[in-house]
Every structure is written in structure tokens, then in C-alpha cells.
């Protein structure tokens, strides 16, 4: 059936004229922009274009909220929760990423560039998000001639008004909790150190970081099956727990002691429950410290979701007593040569008013002699977890043979494991001979002959305290024997 010319010519004429028209009006739209640019003043012009911003606004149902960067003179947490949330929503559809490395990091980051939108979807409700950067000038306080420009960027979250509410109670808060996992999960962990001498007046770079490689997991760790799942399963509740530690009315730590003989594991374990839990940790060297003052800003300085870890506890450092401290009142240069962390301030340190100052922390103490510590030190609330880092077992053996050699079971393991318990070796005299040689049956010999070594060498030296010791009581018979003689 033909078309009629008169009709495709009626539609054809309708179009060119609303054509015609929308041309027409935004050509004088433009104008009028150009004429008040040109003959208004700023102040009416932004008043104008706000008024008329704010009649179209009232006739839409959007909402936009604008998420700034900074908030004041510090970083707006809602839009570093925001660009590290939305990071992982973004989709083939986005043409423009931002890629970055910070230097001492090992993770490459994407993320939403400059004028890019994602579509995000929570409880059914579709969500609109713009990154907004634009160019602000300021006066330069050095040459006034010549401003400077500077970056301000903000994201804009546009969604339906009714949603309101749920935004603010309920997607947001999503997001900073989703954002705070995944920064636990991709970040560089680091271990701290400090140093007193170069940052005195800063407290937030007293601690000094260095990335941490440590390979240990609790999958590697040569310890007692049950002891190790004891701990895994501690930690997993314990950083589960904040409304409960915050409804009992505790800080949010834990405490734990590790003892036992050297090369037992203990840096390991604290290497392994860092990794697992995603936590930095803070080296405190208590010799370096001159005073409690300077423990309450190393305490400060330290951040949250942490692992704070002080080796060998009781030859680390002298604890000053009570005659010291008067001596320090009578006589203030004693104070200067002979400054020293005392028991009470450690013990504030950790369990204190100052402990509540962070959350989510982790306390360690390792020792090679725990009777030496102080009691005040190994009540609960302080050291809550006592473990005890022995000498190599059966199971820790094989262990140690499947990571170093590969092999699961042998014919020489039974005799190994009779002589692991007789000879009372650490993980890390196994570990040693392990890595010696490459031929897994070479190793296990050669393995053999140093067990039997060790257990030879202990028998020996068990030999001889005991002669040592009926030498000394026959010594002591003898004497009061004279001295009954002579009375």
C-alpha cells in the first residue's frame, strides 16, 4: 500500500519546525547567559542561577548528596569509604580508571576518575554516583601575581528522595563497613619501630613503618594441633566481639603471654596471627624508653586493629622501684641518669586508663623464663591467653617434613619421632637440619644422627648436674659433720 506524500511531508514540516524551535531557544538561552556574564555582577548572577536551580529542584524527585573529600582541615571518612567501595563496582561500561602504587605498597589500586559514574544497586534501590573534581584558585602568600590552582573533589550520590532515610541509616553505613574490610584485606601490613630522637614533637610519627613479608600462617606454624586451634578460634571471637567488650565495659584487647625455651616458634606465631588477622604490628623496645610519659605517646601514636608485641619481657629491662622514685624526688638528676619505664606505668600501659586509648589491639609479652615475671603482670586482664611455646613434637615434626621436604610419611619416622621426644629439640634445630640437604632420604638420615647427638649431649649434661648436686649435698653433710666435731 503506497504512502501518502501529503502526510510524510505534514510529519517531515512538524519536525523541522520543533527543530527550528528547540534551536531557536537554547540560541537564546545561551545568549542570555552571555549578556548577564557580561553585565551582571557575580553576586547577582549566583543568586539568579541558584533561584533558578532551586525552582527546578523543587519539581524533581532526585536527591544529591555531595560527599566532600575533606572535612574541615582532615580526610572525610565517608569518601574514602565511598572511592574504596566503589572500586569494586565498577563494570566494563566505565571508559575512564584511575590506576595508582604508592611506593612502599605492593598492591596496584582502580578507581573511579573525574566526571565517571557507577550505578549501584542496595535493597532493590538503584543509586547514582558522579566524582566531581574541579580547579579552585587561591591567592599564593608568596607572590600574590601569580595564584594557584588546587583540586577539590567530591562525589555526588543522586537517588529518589524517599530513600532518604535509608541512605543514612543503612547504605552508608554499608559502605564504610564494607570499605573497612576490604582495606583490612588488600592492605600492606607493616611493622613499627620508633625512635625519640628525630620526631619529639610529633606524636603521630613517632612509630617508624617497614613493610612485613613474614611467610608464617597457621597452616605452617609446628605447634600442638589443639594449642594452635585454640588460639586461631580466640581471635577469631575476639575480634567479633566489640559490642560485647563495649557492654561489659573493657577495652576492646587482648592479651597474650608466650613462653618457653628459644627457637620454639613465638616470632612465628606473632608473624602468623598478624597475617591472618590483617594487623600491623608495633615493636616496643622498652630499653629505649626513658620514661611512662614517653610510653603514654608511644601508646597514642599506635593505631587501631593492631598487634603490639614486647620480646623477651624479663631481661628487656629493670623495672624501677618505689626507692627510685623517691630518689628521683630528693635528687631530680638522678631521674636524668638512670630514666626507666616503671612496673606501675607498664602495667596503666596495658591495662589502664590508657589502654582505652584504641581499639581492636592485640598485647603480646614473650619470655624464655616466665617464673622471673612479675605476678602483677600475668593476671587476666593483662596476659588473658598463657601460652606455652615447647620443644618440637611428633606432629610438629611432620609437619616440619612435609613444609621443608615435601613428603608426608617415611620409613625412618617412627624412629624420628621416638627420638624427637627424648632428645628436646626446638622447631628450629628441626627446621635447620632440614634445610640442609635437598634429598629428602639424606635429610631424614642425617636428621636421625643429629636427634641421637642431642639426646647423647642431654644425657650427659643430666649426668652431670646429678653428680653435681650429690657433690654439694655430700659437701654439706661433711661440713656440719667438722662442725659438729668441733662443737
Request: hydrophobic letters at 35%; one cysteine or more; proline letters at 3%.
Amino acid at each position: 500500500m503506497a504512502s501518502n506524500p501529503s502526510s510524510a511531508d505534514a510529519n517531515f514540516a512538524n519536525a523541522k519546525a520543533l527543530l527550528t524551535a528547540a534551536a531557536s531557544f537554547a540560541a537564546t538561552v545561551v545568549l542570555a547567559r552571555s549578556v548577564a556574564n557580561d553585565l551582571l555582577p557575580p553576586q547577582l548572577r549566583s543568586y539568579l542561577y541558584n533561584g533558578c536551580r532551586d525552582i527546578f529542584t523543587r519539581f524533581s524527585s532526585q536527591l544529591t548528596m555531595i560527599i566532600d573529600e575533606r572535612d574541615g582541615l582532615g580526610r572525610n571518612q565517608i569518601y574514602d569509604s565511598a572511592d574504596a567501595y566503589l572500586a569494586t563496582k565498577i563494570t566494563p561500561s566505565t571508559h575512564r580508571l584511575k590506576v595508582t602504587k604508592p611506593e612502599k605498597e605492593d598492591n596496584i589500586t582502580t578507581t573511579m576518575e573525574s566526571n565517571q559514574q557507577i550505578t549501584d544497586t542496595f535493597n532493590g534501590v538503584q543509586f547514582h554516583w558522579v566524582l566531581v573534581c574541579s580547579q579552585i584558585e587561591r591567592q599564593n602568600i608568596h607572590n600574590p601575581r601569580l595564584p594557584f590552582l588546587f583540586s577539590v573533589r567530591s562525589f555526588e550520590l543522586r537517588f529518589h528522595k524517599k530513600h532518604r532515610e535509608m541512605v543514612l541509616k543503612s547504605y552508608l553505613p554499608h559502605i564504610l563497613h564494607q570499605a573497612k574490610d576490604l582495606k583490612q584485606q588488600t592492605k600492606t601490613l607493616k611493622i613499627y619501630t620508633f625512635d625519640f630522637r628525630h620526631m619529639p614533637r610529633n606524636i603521630s610519627n613517632l612509630w617508624i613503618p617497614a613493610n612485613l613479608d613474614h611467610p608464617a600462617t597457621f597452616e605452617k606454624l609446628t605447634m600442638d594441633s589443639e594449642i594452635k586451634d585454640f588460639i586461631f578460634r580466640d581471635l577469631e571471637r575476639f575480634v567479633k566481639r566489640k559490642e560485647y567488650y563495649r557492654k561489659v565495659g573493657k577495652a576492646w584487647k587482648r592479651g597474650y603471654l608466650l613462653y618457653g625455651p628459644p627457637g620454639t616458634g613465638k616470632s612465628s606465631l606473632i608473624a602468623a596471627m598478624a597475617n591472618y588477622l590483617r594487623f600491623d604490628v608495633y615493636d616496643l623496645e622498652l630499653t629505649e624508653i626513658r620514661c611512662n610519659s614517653d610510653l603514654r605517646k608511644l601508646l597514642i601514636g599506635m593505631g587501631n586493629r593492631s598487634i603490639l608485641v614486647v620480646e623477651d619481657i624479663d631481661c628487656s629491662i629493670q623495672f624501677r622501684g618505689r626507692e627510685s622514685e623517691s630518689a628521683e624526688e630528693e635528687n631530680p638528676s638522678f631521674m636524668r641518669r638512670t630514666s626507666q619505664v616503671t612496673l606501675s606505668g607498664l602495667l596503666n600501659f596495658i591495662d589502664g586508663l590508657w589502654s582505652s586509648c584504641g581499639d581492636e589491639r592485640i598485647i603480646i609479652f614473650t619470655t624464655n623464663r616466665k617464673e622471673k615475671l612479675d605476678e602483677a603482670l600475668l593476671r587476666p586482664g593483662r596476659m588473658d591467653v598463657h601460652v606455652h611455646m615447647s620443644y618440637c613434637s611428633p606432629c610438629g615434626f611432620r609437619l616440619l617434613a612435609s613444609n621443608y621436604l615435601g613428603i608426608e610419611n617415611h620409613e625412618l619416622f617412627g624412629e624420628i619421632e621416638e627420638l624427637i621426644l627424648k632428645a628436646k629439640v626446638t622447631p628450629a634445630e628441626v627446621a635447620e637440619q632440614l634445610l640442609k640437604g635437598d634429598d629428602g632420604d639424606k635429610a631424614l638420615s642425617e636428621l636421625m644422627e643429629f636427634l641421637e647427638d642431642k639426646k647423647r649431649r642431654n644425657e650427659e649434661e643430666w649426668k652431670a648436674k646429678i653428680d653435681e648436686s650429690e657433690t654439694e649435698a655430700r659437701e654439706k653433710k661433711e661440713r656440719k659433720e667438722e662442725n659438729g666435731i668441733a662443737a
